[in-house]
């Protein structure tokens, strides 16, 4: 069956800095593979997508790449920010939808 | 303003008690999903709807069920609560299944129902 990988350790880093969150899955590529932000308490909400027949993605301070190579995307945020601190999950269209179970962020000042 | 509705946010509620969290959503979308998020396992499905009156089992449907009378509406059932489905449920509605190439499958979510069987 389909695994996805994303570091269940929280990942601290100083504002200003780039952000570099990882999503790594098993067996077959997904048709693509979609990015949500999850505050505390609230339902995720969506970020970007990127399908399996593109490299990147960006929006804003936000890029997403995909290497179905390496069975693997990376979303980064620039300029990161203490507002950007939040559970960043990847979810991967397979037959169907499938989440990651994320990674938090958290930004210093 | 587009949204999807979830009530109640927060219950508490006893083995056996049957319950219904209600979800609706105001975007005309096809598609509606109940989720449930634990931690260290993230977001499973339990049931999900094509359109209205087609419902289909997710990964984790034991002790649910659910109904889809109107497009809008997703009420997901717990007949007999037991204390295993303590949990955050969570709705989602997206314009349809994501499964056409051209659409980008964003689900729109609920902002949760923490539930808790004593």
């Known amino acids: 069956s389909q695994k996805i990988e994303q570091n269940s350790e929280a990942l601290n880093i100083q504002e200003g800095k780039t952000a570099t969150l990882t999503c790594n899955y098993t067996?077959?590529?997904?048709?693509?593979l979609q990015w949500y932000r999850q505050d505390p308490g609230r339902g995720p909400v969506f970020l970007l997508l990127?399908?399996?027949?593109?490299k990147e993605k960006r929006k804003e301070r936000l890029k997403v790449t995909f290497d179905t190579t390496l069975k693997q995307s990376l979303f980064h945020i620039t300029a990161s920010q203490p507002a950007d601190s939040a559970t960043y999950l990847c979810?991967?269209?397979?037959?169907?939808?499938?989440f990651g179970t994320g990674t938090r962020l958290l930004v210093s000042p | 303003e587009a949204q999807v509705t979830q009530n109640p946010r927060y219950l508490i509620t006893v083995t056996g008690k049957k319950l219904t969290v209600t979800c609706s959503q105001n975007?005309?979308?096809?598609?509606m999903s109940w989720y449930r998020q634990d931690p260290g396992l993230g977001l499973r499905q339990i049931y999900y709807?094509?359109?209205?009156?087609?419902?289909d089992k997710g990964d984790v449907p034991e002790g649910y069920k659910v109904s889809r009378k109107e497009k809008r509406n997703f009420p997901l059932i717990l007949e007999s609560p037991s204390p295993n489905q303590t949990s955050l449920y969570f709705c989602?509605?997206?314009?349809?299944?994501?499964?056409?190439?051209?659409?980008?499958?964003?689900?729109?979510f609920g902002e949760g129902s923490r539930l808790t069987v004593l």
């Open positions: 989602a509605s997206s314009p349809t299944a994501g499964h056409i190439v051209s659409n980008t499958g964003e689900l729109f």
């Open positions: 067996n077959y590529s997904p048709a693509y």
């Open positions: 990127i399908r399996e027949n593109e």
């Open positions: 979810a991967l269209r397979f037959q169907k939808l499938v």
């Open positions: 975007m005309n979308h096809e598609y």
């Open positions: 709807s094509m359109n209205v009156e087609v419902t």
